[in-house]
């Protein structure tokens, strides 16, 4: 599956981040899956960058690159799943408040989520 990277905030496809403002999982503001890259609807001011041509990742590329080499780390994977609960807890927090989701919106997160623990599950096999 193509992902792409949000040049405002780093998250992708795969790791949306929160919209608090539509209390919900951040979507495409403008993608292009060839280029790999976004805006998603968390980062609207990166959207003039954008279109002025302006695609670099605003997020040091650092991270990332950390986060490569430690993933076969249980540190890692620990990491990863206190992201996932942290999505779950989110999920649950709101659901409270405001009620269900649509079925598509709850299997994102809930797919977000169970994907946190893959390196987890990794360790634990
Ligand atoms: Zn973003
Ligand atoms: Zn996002």
Redesign the pocket.
Known sequence: MATAT?IG?G?TDTR??W?ETADQP?HWLVVDYRAGLGV????PDDLSRWENGDRTIAVPVEQFMNETVNEGSLEFALEEATEGIEILDQLIASIRQHGNYSKEATLTFLGQARQCFNALQRHAE
């Open positions: 949000c905030c998250c949306a981040c919209d951040c998603c609807s968390v980062c």
